[in-house]
């Protein structure tokens, strides 16, 4: 699966260099432990470092490998909350090569000995703790680092590696997760597991940090990623992009893009920034459906709560992915999805919100995204079209969902709702190998339209506003959404929730006279 080693020693060599630099010229000591300080085997195995115990234990523990997430055990890792991620990645895009450098600073939330970090099929150089060379080992997706640190105390590690671009599967879902060749470059898609594909990292949403990602590529390629470019450094035939965010962002949702892009900046409402990457092979077509996202954001920010962050903008890649990426401040779009018109570029918008300002913290909540991001759409056409168009949405995916459409189609109305039932499981407990299942997005979003019924319109859009500016920035479950749907209706609304997120049969809607077969 790896690729050989061809002409990128020189990166490795360079990462190690600067890291020794900064392990050299730290003036902070603290007590690391370097039992042994081993490389990783080479990239072809997959064979398992031994790490010894460290000579002096303390009252330190072993941050557990894991968050037990049961759609990914191993993702995330406890014992410490990251603050800030410093990437620093050198692509050459021709071989995939990558070679980089992550200063991650973090608080520890017990003593710990060791802690583990979230790292794919990339080899590791050297690991630094506050400054000093630690021990570590990697195996399987897990970078473990030898380190006493002090409960409750900030510490900064710095990881040099490098290795080729490459990709996961994760079991949670069909789409491949990590980097993916376009016709002019390279790019990442994280969700859920690919962040550790590209860097160290507490692969989990429920750890959110601000970034700041550094790239260097070889001249005329252009760098996309999260936030604003800060900084763009030219040296040799080579040029550095530099983004920071100040806002938190999941790990799921950081991305970098590589291409030939043509950048398009679009004026936004209140002076937002709003700036498109177009591969310029994007047809003229399929570019103006980017034109109104300052009209979807203004919509938006009416229904849902002022935009969230500082700048928006679409980067849509030449690939074969017809699959689109709500990134934070940067939504990706495969050329593949564009065929779905404008609706999915108001679903990555919608996202930004749900998902990205309000990120669940645990996977199986996934429908607070895609529900409410499939619902943000329908609101678009119905912001274009009216009413009548939202009940179409309405009754197309109520048709889907329940079975209907296979009675039209003149199956028995009993083994139709049969079908349904298996096909489609209730959207609060996706399916393990099958977390983007359809029933998120459009069982989801017909809970949010079943709400909307029993709560009225005023109701409806100030609870979406309070949970949207309540949850800013934060992680949230599907019970934080429950009750402050109930705190500002004043209502119970436990049924409405259980039946439509949980109940093996998706529940009538009595106002469009919907109900389920058999
Ligand atoms: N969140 C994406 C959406 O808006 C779906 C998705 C999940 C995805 N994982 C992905 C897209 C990986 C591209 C690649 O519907
Ligand atoms: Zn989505």
Redesign the pocket.
């Known amino acids: 699966m790896r690729q050989p080693n061809n002409g990128r020693g020189w990166r490795a060599a360079l990462t190690a260099a600067v890291l020794l630099a900064l392990v050299g010229c730290t003036s902070e000591t603290v007590e690391t432990t370097t039992a042994t300080t081993t490389t990783t085997s080479p990239a072809t195995t997959t064979a398992s470092v031994e790490v010894t115990e460290p000579t002096d234990p303390g009252d330190g523990l072993a941050g557990s490998a894991g968050l037990g997430d049961p759609y990914n055990p191993t993702a995330g890792n406890g014992g410490y909350d990251v603050i800030h991620y410093d990437l620093d990645l050198d692509l050459d895009v021709a071989t995939g090569a990558l070679a980089g450098i992550a200063t991650i600073e973090a608080v520890a939330l017990e003593a710990l000995a060791s802690f583990n970090l979230d790292l794919y099929d990339l080899e590791v150089s050297a690991v630094a703790v506050d400054g000093g060379a630690a021990g570590f080992s990697a195996d399987d997706g897990e970078l473990t680092v030898v380190a006493n640190v002090e409960p409750g105390s900030t510490f900064v590690v710095t990881v040099g590696y490098a290795g080729t671009a490459g990709q996961i599967a994760p079991d949670s879902v069909l789409i491949p997760n990590g980097w993916i060749r376009s016709q002019d470059g390279l790019f990442t898609v994280n969700e859920p597991d690919g962040a550790a594909t590209w860097y160290p990292v507490n692969n989990h949403p429920s750890d959110k940090a601000t970034y700041t990602i550094s790239v260097t590529v070889a001249d005329p390629y252009i760098a996309v990623s999260n936030g604003l470019l800060q900084e763009k450094r030219s040296a040799g035939d080579a040029t550095t992009f530099v983004y920071s965010s100040d806002d938190p962002i999941a790990s799921y949702l950081t991305l970098i893009a590589i291409g030939l892009f043509d950048e398009e900046p679009e004026a936004g409402p209140q002076g937002l920034a709003i700036r498109n990457y177009f591969s310029s092979d994007i047809t003229d077509v399929e570019r103006r459906y980017f034109a109104r996202q300052a009209d979807m954001i203004e919509l938006f920010a009416g229904l849902f709560g002022p935009y969230p962050f500082d700048s928006y903008g679409s980067v849509v890649v030449d690939a074969d992915l017809s699959a689109a990426l709500?990134t934070q401040t940067m939504s990706t779009f495969g050329r593949g999805v564009l065929g779905l018109g404008e609706a999915v570029v108001a679903?990555e918008l919608a996202?930004q919100w749900f998902g990205d300002s309000l990120t669940p913290s645990s996977w199986q909540d996934i429908w607070l995204?895609?529900g409410f991001?499939t619902y943000a759409q329908w609101l678009w056409a119905e912001h274009l079209d009216g009413r009548p168009t939202l009940e179409d949405k309405v009754r197309e995916a109520y048709g889907a969902m329940s079975g209907l459409n296979l009675v039209t189609e003149g199956v028995s109305p009993e083994l139709a709702a049969t079908r349904a039932a298996q096909q489609f499981p209730p959207p609060g407990s996706p399916p393990l190998d099958n977390l983007f299942n359809s029933s998120v997005y459009q069982r989801g979003a017909l809970t949010l339209h079943a709400l909307r019924l029993r709560v009225g319109d005023p109701g409806f859009f100030e609870l979406l506003r309070s949970y949207a500016t309540a949850y800013r920035h934060k992680n949230v479950s599907t019970e934080d959404f429950i009750n402050v749907a109930e705190e500002v209706t004043g209502q119970d609304l436990d049924d409405l929730f259980q039946a439509w997120l949980y109940g093996s049969v998706v529940p009538s809607i009595p106002d469009l006279d919907l109900a389920p077969p058999g």
């Open positions: 709500e679903h996202h995204n895609e991001a």
